[in-house]
């Protein structure tokens, strides 16, 4: 199974993402993360999917994708071929025993504290989806009370070749 993610540039309309997201279930082909926002233009949006598959699967969705009349551009990537990250809050119980230990995990991950209550801390986090995993595995062991994540944001590296 390889993971591609499909940076997919569609008109800004509604149904869109509907129509999009339909592509892959009528196919039951899975989406692993989907994060859509506007571009620099409002009249177009990314949407950036993460999904996996066999060789075929992976071009069948690319095809469908390129089929769609709302879709602008597909591009492909593999996880070697693009910068990612991913934006997390998390929303920990803690108490005097811990609370350094989340301190410390919080300054080695680079998560910061964006608030704090009388018995919660929430933590942000933008990193790479792998970093963002790790810190939910290391702060399960603390209490997690709630967790947002946005989903894997993707661009193409930058290449001597880019039109500036």
Known sequence: ?????????????????CKVAGLFSRRCFNIESLAVGETDDAAT???TIVSSGDERTIEQIEKQLNKKLDVIKVK????SQCITRELMLIKVKYNRNNRR?????SEIMQAQVVDMS???????ICDTPERVKLLIELLRSIS??????????ALSKCSENDEG
């Open 1 to 17: 199974m390889k993971k591609r993610i499909y940076s997919v540039l569609v008109e800004n309309r509604s149904g869109v993402l």
């Open 45 to 47: 949006s990314c949407m």
């Open 76 to 79: 492909t990537f593999s996880e």
């Open 101 to 105: 230990e989340i301190m410390e995990l």
């Open 118 to 124: 009388k018995h919660f801390m929430m933590l942000q």
């Open 144 to 153: 997690i009370a709630e967790v947002a994540r946005t989903g894997t944001l």
